[in-house]
């Protein structure tokens, strides 16, 4: 069987929160979203503790606010 790496959703995310939050096991979620149990290991070891709390549906939508607010104005040349 070939490998292929796909990059988990913010959906994949949310729910691999959600149901570690819940209890259920690394089987448990993994067989649910049809990932391998050491990926989901490796997601739930990047969780902050403090992420359980967080509504998962507001985590994408803070990208664009963050990355715009990193922007520096340039001048136009001239």
Not at 8 to 35: N, P, W, Y
């Amino acid at each position: 069987m070939p490998r292929s790496y796909h990059h988990l959703s913010h959906v994949d995310r949310a729910t691999i929160m959600l149901m570690h939050a819940e209890g259920h096991s690394l089987r448990a979620i993994a067989e649910r979203l049809k990932r391998s149990p050491s990926t989901v290991s490796r997601e739930v070891d990047v969780i902050p503790e403090q992420a359980s709390l967080m509504m998962p549906t507001v985590l994408p939508r803070n990208g664009p606010q963050f990355s715009t607010s990193r922007c520096v104005p340039r001048h136009k040349p001239g």
